[in-house]
């Protein structure tokens, strides 16, 4: 068969995404692509341009790139719109003249921002929102503006007034309708929004009617409202509604929708049949669908159908869910209660502001709709109940209604009660049964489905749902997660921790002889190195410990993205003296390493060659500094805020108890890191509740706070006791700490371990208070162990001389590392980038630092 | 290739390399790095090639598979000491070189 030549118009997401699919097409070699866009550039993301305005650069948005059409072969004519087709020869031409042949055609070219006809509205900082150079507009007008006003209170519409907030600017939605978002929400879903809106500072103008945009007083512009009144502003914004870009199908006799819009059959075929329509240029029976995933199915019932195959597009759920302004809104189905005799249930919270709404069926057996703003934690259930038309429940409101227990999910359908055509991922199309399969076929992770399947590779809304059919399948399988530690071991950290202990073992050598197998990795060697120095607390570079060692521990530094290593020496609390300041800049200066003061109240050295460090660290020990075991698994900070000895509002000194527990826990080795903080008062300046230790000082004595932690995944911590004196919060601390390193797993923060223990915090409670375990006093006489024993390694390393032979750079060679190469900026030193290396090494520029 | 056609050249003392800690050597400007594992020697490339920075040689040494590897102490990734091939990515190596203990010297072998 000779191949076929397809011709693409417009590549948008949808006209992208059919060209993919037939790039991807097992047939692929039969089709010769050519694709033609208006735009500058390659198919980019519409649907996250926003994230421009949050530091997202163009390249950011890209979808595909020039070079993957190239590697497929994939003809591609940017700048140059298609404005004629000749249907009768098969042929379109372009504006600049170009003719291109076609056997199949197919019209991707999307939809254009609806300006309402206002007189005043072709003016300079009269702008629209939906490509790339539209963001450049907007972030060049909001340089020149203070005031700006979106036209339409539409989902976009309020992304649009989210943009130019970011922007900078005083924010007003003018909306024609009386209330927002009108398309998806309700009336009480509607208010609700407008409510939360408004006090983020955006203010809302609803059934507003605008006649004329004229010259402004304070401002640039006035707006003219048919009410009579007005509103000034310095730059405008329509964002009311989109048009389908649809004049070269008119153009060329194609049959249209009464109200524009490209008419399509189930297979997405125009009145021509070999012309095809996909994304929002088309409308299927009656409707334009304004979201990317009827798009995508489009894309691919239109690949379907040109390869000889015969899926149909059989209409689109046109749930969403989506953070605006910060707010989480959710719309599923017949969100109005449009359906005749339908009943709902409210849900309404005036306190915490969330309204939930569900729409059921008259016979009470389905669930039609839902609207859900500020909660939408039961979108995922309730749109899969829709769309699959489950049996509800027998008490349906359960659905909406918070539970009294906190347990999270009553009322909710399990995964495994869903059908295996349930979508799961909207925007790739992705079932539950081919998540399944996935898993069948060996995937255990939800990187390996998204690999595999692509689901959750789009907007990311469907990455819960997704894992939990994972797991759910994963179980059904009989797969139980492996919790070994590795090869070399078959135990969890904590059994290890345990063997350790009883059968008091002190050597990874004798461990690995009694209970492993082979030589040991990565993995196994630093969790049992530091499990030994949570048991007994040896010096690390002892002869027996150093190969267990991460680089980091190895070389008691934090090892760089260059090789380079960083210096973090301990200032606890945060509290240093003038002296030793001048001491940390004297050597940064003498070693020329980057300085920065870090999150953690310390200052930070980068920069240091190996074979520097015990030189370095030499002269900051004769000056009184200690190591900070940044670079361990173990204690890390305490912060402090300044606390009752300057604050006037301090009730107790948090300075001496961040620097006496910074003292007490200094070198512990944890299953992971520790942080800790102490605040003086409730106003709480030291983020105590975000450390998984976290002391608040009350009229009353210490409030002890547990399992918080920042990073990744924020987690405030649990209030664990109040009213402590300085002695009953020390032992309490000592504690659950030793009851952490005994209990926890590799690499497991304290907020998981306490979250895995059965219980949670009140069993952590009952352990450690009430010591329903009787091994307090075990604990507690663990912990003093390793109070006693601490030593700075680094001293005890500089002190050594045979240890100091193993920073040598290299064992025959007095060289430096020629691949570190620094360059400058802002006054100081940072690693060499690629670029700047291949640069340098070729002309051997004098610029190196 | 026999041990004639190489020129051997001594970097360090045997005891200078304990076992299971990698040693930096520099050998005509390439960066080696050196490994004693149960008494056997290797000798590979100390240039991560992911980072391009100078680490292997900081890794943790063991073994995955009854390979025995030394992971990169950036991103991870295990290089087998034997072959330099990299266990994550096998398009990507290092460079292995001769070497041998003679007369108490760990000694590096280069072709003449
Ligand atoms: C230097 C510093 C950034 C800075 O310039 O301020 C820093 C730098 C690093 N952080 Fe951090 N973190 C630093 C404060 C923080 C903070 C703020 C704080 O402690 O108040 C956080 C959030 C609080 C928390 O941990 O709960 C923080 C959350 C993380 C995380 C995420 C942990 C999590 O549970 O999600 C990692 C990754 C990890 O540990 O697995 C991380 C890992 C790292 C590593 C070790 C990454 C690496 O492997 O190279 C960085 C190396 C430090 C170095 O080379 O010296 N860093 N890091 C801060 C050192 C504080 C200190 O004096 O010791
Ligand atoms: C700010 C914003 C936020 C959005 N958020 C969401 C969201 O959260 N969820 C969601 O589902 N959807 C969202 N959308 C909608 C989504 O972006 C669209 O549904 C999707 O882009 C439609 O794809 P398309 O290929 O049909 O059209 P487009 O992406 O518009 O592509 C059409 C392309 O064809 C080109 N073209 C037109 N005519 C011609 C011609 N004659 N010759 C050559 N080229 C031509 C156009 O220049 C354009 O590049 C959002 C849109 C915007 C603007
Ligand atoms: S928490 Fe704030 S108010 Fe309280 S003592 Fe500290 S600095 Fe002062
Ligand atoms: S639904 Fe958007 S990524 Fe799956």
Redesign the pocket.
């Known amino acids: 068969m000779s191949s076929e030549k397809i011709v693409v118009?417009?590549?948008?997401?949808?006209?992208h995404k059919l060209i993919d699919n037939l790039i991807q097409h097992e047939e692929a070699d039969q089709f010769e692509l050519i694709t033609?866009?208006?735009?500058p550039r390659l198919?980019y993301d519409?649907?996250q341009?926003?994230s421009y305005f949050a530091g997202a650069s163009a390249e950011d948005l890209m979808m595909t790139s020039e070079s993957y059409y190239q590697e497929n072969g994939v003809n591609y004519i940017l700048n140059?719109?298609?404005?004629e087709v000749k249907v009768a020869e098969n042929k379109v031409i372009t504006a600049s003249g170009r003719e291109e042949s076609y056997d199949k055609l197919v019209l991707?070219?999307?939809?254009f921002p609806f300006v309402p006809p206002i007189p005043g509205k072709d003016q300079d900082h009269c702008l629209v929102?939906?490509?790339i150079e539209d963001l450049e507009a907007m972030t060049a007008s909001a340089k020149e503006s203070k005031i700006g006003v979106v036209v339409g209170g539409g989902?976009?519409g309020l992304?649009?007034a989210n943009a130019l907030k970011n922007l900078g600017l005083e924010v007003h939605v003018v909306e024609f309708a009386p209330r927002l978002m009108a398309v998806q929400l309700d009336e009480g879903g509607g208010e609700l929004l407008r409510k939360k809106i408004t006090d983020l500072g955006v203010s809302i103008h609803t059934s507003k009617n605008t006649k004329e945009i004229v010259a402004g007083e304070s401002s640039r512009y006035r707006m003219n409202f048919a009410d009579g009144e007005y509103l000034e502003t310095d730059m405008v914004l329509f964002s009311a509604g989109i048009r389908p870009?649809d004049e070269?199908a008119r153009q060329c006799g194609l049959q249209m929708g009464e109200r524009g819009g490209i008419v399509i059959n189930n297979y997405c075929q125009t009145s021509v049949d070999n012309i095809y329509a996909?994304?929002?240029?088309a409308l299927w029976d009656g409707k334009i669908y304004?979201?990317?995933?009827p798009?995508y199915t489009m894309a691919k019932v239109a690949v379907s159908h040109i390869s000889g195959g015969d899926q149909e597009f059989k209409g689109a759920d046109m749930s969403?869910k989506?953070k605006l302004l910060g707010v989480d809104v959710a719309s599923i189905g017949d969100a109005q209660g449009r359906t005749p005799g339908c009943l709902s249930f409210v849900y309404q919270d005036g306190v915490n502001e969330v309204y939930k709404r569900i729409i059921i069926s008259e016979d009470k057996t389905r669930l039609l709709g839902a609207v859900l703003v500020g909660e939408v934690e039961a979108y995922g259930t309730l749109q899969q109940m829709c769309v699959n038309e489950m049996d509800l429940p027998e008490n349906p409101e359960a659905l909406i209604i918070p539970s009294i227990d906190g347990d999270e999910g009553a009322g909710g359908v399990g995964v495994d009660a869903l059908p295996d055509s349930a979508h799961i991922c909207t925007c790739h199309d992705v079932t539950k049964g081919q998540i399944c399969s996935a898993v069948q076929d060996g995937a255990s992770t939800i990187g390996d489905i998204k690999a595999s399947t692509r689901a959750g590779t789009g907007?990311g809304g469907c990455v819960a749902l997704a894992t939990q059919v994972m797991n759910c399948e994963l179980s059904k399988l009989g797969v139980e997660v492996n919790t070994d530690i590795c090869e070399h071991f078959a135990h969890t950290r904590q059994e290890i921790y345990h063997i350790v202990r009883v059968e008091k073992i002190k050597t990874f050598d004798e461990l690995l002889e009694k209970h492993g197998k082979g030589m040991g990795c990565d993995i196994c060697k630093p969790t049992i190195g530091s499990i030994l120095a949570s048991c007994w607390n040896d010096y690390v570079l002892k002869e027996e410990h150093a190969a267990l060692q991460d680089t980091n521990d190895y070389f008691m530094a934090n090892m760089q993205k260059n090789g380079t290593y960083s210096i973090v020496p301990r200032i606890a609390a945060g509290e240093i003296t003038p002296e030793k300041l001048i001491v940390l800049g004297q050597v940064a200066k003498e070693y020329k390493l980057y300085t920065k003061i870090t999150g953690g109240q310390r200052i930070d050295l980068f920069g240091a060659q190996q074979h520097e460090l015990p030189l370095i660290w030499k002269e900051l020990i004769d000056a009184g500094f200690e190591t900070g075991h940044a670079y361990g698994k173990s204690v890390r900070t305490v912060k402090s805020c300044v606390g009752s000895t300057w604050c006037r509002y301090g009730v107790l000194d948090s300075v001496g108890m961040a620097i006496h527990i910074e003292d007490r826990y200094k070198g512990l080795r944890s299953p992971h890191k520790l942080k800790f903080a102490v605040s003086g008062c409730t106003r709480e300046c030291a983020e105590a509740q975000s450390k998984d230790i976290g002391v608040i000082a009350t009229e009353n004595g210490w409030s002890l706070y547990v399992c918080g932690n920042g990073g990744m995944k924020p987690r405030h911590a649990d209030l664990f006791a109040s009213g402590l004196d300085d002695q009953m919060l020390i032992t309490l601390i000592d504690r659950i700490l030793m009851f952490y390193i005994r209990t926890a797993d590799r690499l497991q923060r304290t907020s998981v371990w306490m979250d895995n223990l059965d219980g949670g915090l009140e069993y952590l409670k009952d352990v450690v208070i009430r010591d329903s375990l009787k091994v307090c006093s075990e604990l507690e006489s663990d912990m003093a162990h390793i109070v006693s024993t601490y030593q700075c390694e680094w001293k005890t390393t500089v002190e050594d001389p045979d240890k100091l032979k193993r920073f040598r750079t290299f064992v025959n060679s007095n060289e430096k590392d020629n691949t570190v190469v620094f360059v400058e900026e802002r006054k100081q030193i940072r690693p060499a980038n690629k670029d700047e290396l291949v640069r340098f090494v070729e002309s051997a520029e004098p610029e190196l630092v | 290739m026999s041990s004639d056609e190489l020129q051997w050249i001594s970097v360090c003392e045997a005891d200078e390399l304990s076992p299971l800690l990698g040693v930096r050597a520099l050998l005509d400007q390439q960066q080696i790095a050196l490994f004693n594992v149960k008494g056997e020697l290797y000798a590979i490339d100390a240039i991560d090639p992911f980072t391009d920075a100078a680490v292997l040689s900081r890794g943790i040494v063991g073994d995955i598979k009854n390979q025995v590897v030394v992971a990169s102490p950036i991103y991870k990734q295990h290089f087998s000491l034997a072959s330099g091939i990299c266990l994550e990515d096998e398009s990507v190596s290092v460079k292995t070189y001769p070497v041998r203990e003679k007369d108490g010297k760990i000694q590096l072998g280069k072709k003449c």
Do not use: H, P
């Not at chain 1, 033609?36 to 735009?39: G, I, K, L, V, W």
């Not at chain 1, 304004?290 to 995933?293: H, K, M, S, W, Y």
């Open positions: 118009v417009g590549n948008g997401m949808v006209g033609f866009s208006e735009e198919a519409r649907v341009l926003s140059d719109k298609v404005i991707a070219t999307g939809s929102y939906r490509t989902l976009l992304e649009a870009q070269l996909v994304g929002e240029c304004g979201l990317v995933a798009g969403t989506l907007c």
